[in-house]
């Protein structure tokens, strides 16, 4: 979670969005009293065939009618039912017959193997990109099912904190009781097991240039999967444990902010409301725009695009040179835009922004189960436990938690 502020009240997210109602995240938000956004629908506007279709109807109903013809509506209505159906399946954690097969061929074929019109087919694929960061080809069936959660039994809504998302982590740090170290790099984990069965580690870590370390019966440790290679383990993660982390692929998000004169907003707003975000295949990912109307008296607003998959990858290409493409594919849907930006403002996320489970894994396969057991007082969380996002940090910071206590509490 990472907000920033660019002065005199703006301000915009580059890591997580949306809070979703079904977040477990939403229990601890409610708790601190963090004050929310007003709840938003999941579906967005959508950019297909070079047309525009703006979701500023009352309902999904009215927008999909919009969208589809009634026969295309029916098919992805066909979809909603089958997506239900399987999602459920996957409730039990287990690998039934049916999803081992989903787990061995990409969402892609799956999609294609159901016979939808390209267009149902086209607005299925829009809408899950952008949540798991990569080419649908890429992943597996089962994981793509798991991420349409949002959009199953009726579709959920999301919100946002008010104050920026990283007031939450705010919140958090604020409800930890005792000693706490923030802003230290962990570079090594030691542990052993005593006679009597507990555990102690010894962790160490760099902060303000000195390397201290601190002792625990217990560690979690909750970095990103990619960064696991960092630290030093000893003993090291199971080879098995390795092999569920090594066959993760990266999923790629990069955040661009536009400071834009909101004089633009004459030729974004769509009879007086708000078109975003809208969801395009290519170089923009998701264009959020502005999700709500600059306060009267404001120049300029935050303009933000959340891109994804391998259009995100440009570290090694010069800013000016992405901008420039940026704009020039803004200008295509909404003529004269460029001209009204100010500013921009590049986060990027090297080498993954998110976990994906390739074809032949899944966070339900055996192989990922060993990374929830504890390796000689050592527990695991992160969003990569359980999915690619916050839902599946907190579902296993919990686990862990969980875990820790019910050892702390076994008699010696
Ligand atoms: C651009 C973007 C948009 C997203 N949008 C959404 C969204 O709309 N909804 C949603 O639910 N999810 C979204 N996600 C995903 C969500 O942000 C992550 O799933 C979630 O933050 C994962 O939480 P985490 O605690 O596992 O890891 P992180 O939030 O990555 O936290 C890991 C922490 O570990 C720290 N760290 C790393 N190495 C070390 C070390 N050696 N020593 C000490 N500390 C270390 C890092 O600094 C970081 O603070 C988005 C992600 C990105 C990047």
Same mark, same amino acid.
């Given at each position: 979670m990472a907000t920033v502020e660019y002065g005199k009240g703006l301000r915009a997210e580059y890591g997580m969005h949306e809070i979703w109602d079904k977040n477990p995240l939403m229990d601890y938000v409610k708790k601190f009293d963090v004050p929310l956004s007003e709840p938003e629908q999941p579906y967005s506007s959508v950019y297909m065939d070079g047309k525009l279709f703006p979701y500023v109807q009352d309902d999904a109903a009215a927008f999909h009618a919009a969208v589809f013809t009634p026969e295309? &509506?029916?098919?992805? *209505?066909?979809?909603? &039912?089958?997506?239900?159906? =399987?999602?459920?399946?996957?409730?039990?954690?287990?690998?039934?017959?049916?999803?081992?097969?989903?787990?061995?061929?990409?969402?892609?074929?799956?999609?294609?193997?159901?016979?939808?019109?390209?267009?149902?087919?086209?607005?299925? &694929?829009?809408?899950?990109?952008?949540?798991?960061?990569? *080419?649908?080809?890429?992943?597996?069936?089962?994981?793509?099912?798991?991420?349409?959660?949002?959009?199953?039994?009726?579709?959920?809504?999301?919100r946002h904190a008010r104050g920026g998302n990283r007031t939450i982590i705010d919140a958090f740090i604020k409800a930890i009781r005792g000693p706490k170290t923030l802003g230290a790099l962990v570079t090594r984990i030691a542990r052993a097991r005593k006679p009597d069965g507990s555990t102690r580690a010894v962790v160490y870590y760099k902060k303000d240039g000195v390397m201290r370390s601190a002792e625990a019966e217990k560690v979690v440790v909750?970095?990103?999967?990619?960064?696991?290679?960092?630290?030093?383990?000893?003993?090291?993660?199971?080879?098995?444990?390795? &092999?569920?982390?090594?066959?993760?692929?990266?999923?790629?998000?990069?955040?661009?902010?536009?400071?834009?004169?909101?004089?633009?907003?004459?030729?974004?707003?769509?009879?007086?409301?708000?078109?975003? @975000?809208?969801?395009?295949?290519?170089?923009?990912?998701?264009?959020?725009?502005?999700?709500?109307?600059?306060?009267?008296?404001?120049k300029e607003e935050v303009f933000t695009l959340l891109v994804h998959g391998d259009y995100s990858r440009y570290y090694l290409e010069p800013r000016d040179a992405v901008r420039g493409r940026l704009l020039a594919e803004l200008d295509k849907i909404w003529p004269g835009l460029p001209a009204f930006v100010r500013?921009?403002?590049?986060?990027?996320y090297? @080498?993954?922004?998110?976990?994906?489970? @390739?074809?032949?894994?899944?966070?339900? *396969?055996?192989?990922?189960?060993?990374?929830?057991?504890?390796?000689?007082? =050592?527990?695991?969380?992160?969003?990569?436990?359980?999915?690619?996002h916050s839902d599946g940090a907190v579902r296993s910071g919990r686990d862990a938690a969980d875990k820790v206590a019910a050892s702390l509490a076994t008699p010696r």
């Open positions: 295309e &509506r029916g098919h992805y *209505d066909r979809w909603l &039912r089958e997506c239900e159906a =399987l999602y459920d399946e996957t409730l039990s954690g287990k690998l039934t017959p049916r999803l081992a097969e989903l787990q061995n061929i990409s969402f892609a074929k799956w999609v294609e193997s159901l016979r939808l019109p390209p267009r149902v087919a086209e607005f299925i &694929r829009l809408d899950l990109e952008c949540e798991v960061a990569t *080419d649908w080809n890429n992943l597996s069936a089962v994981y793509g099912i798991q991420q349409e959660e949002v959009f199953l039994h009726g579709a959920q809504q999301c909750t970095v990103p999967y990619h960064l696991l290679h960092s630290i030093q383990m000893e003993p090291s993660l199971t080879d098995e444990q390795w &092999r569920a982390v090594d066959t993760l692929i990266p999923g790629g998000y990069a955040v661009v902010h536009f400071l834009l004169d909101v004089a633009a907003n004459e030729k974004l707003l769509v009879g007086g409301k708000i078109p975003f @975000p809208v969801l395009t295949r290519g170089p923009l990912g998701v264009v959020y725009g502005f999700l709500e109307k600059p306060a009267p008296g404001r500013a921009t403002y590049f986060y990027g090297h @080498p993954a922004a998110i976990p994906g489970w @390739p074809v032949g894994r899944s966070p339900l *396969d055996g192989l990922h189960a060993s990374l929830r057991a504890e390796n000689v007082g =050592l527990y695991l969380a992160g969003d990569y436990l359980y999915s690619s």
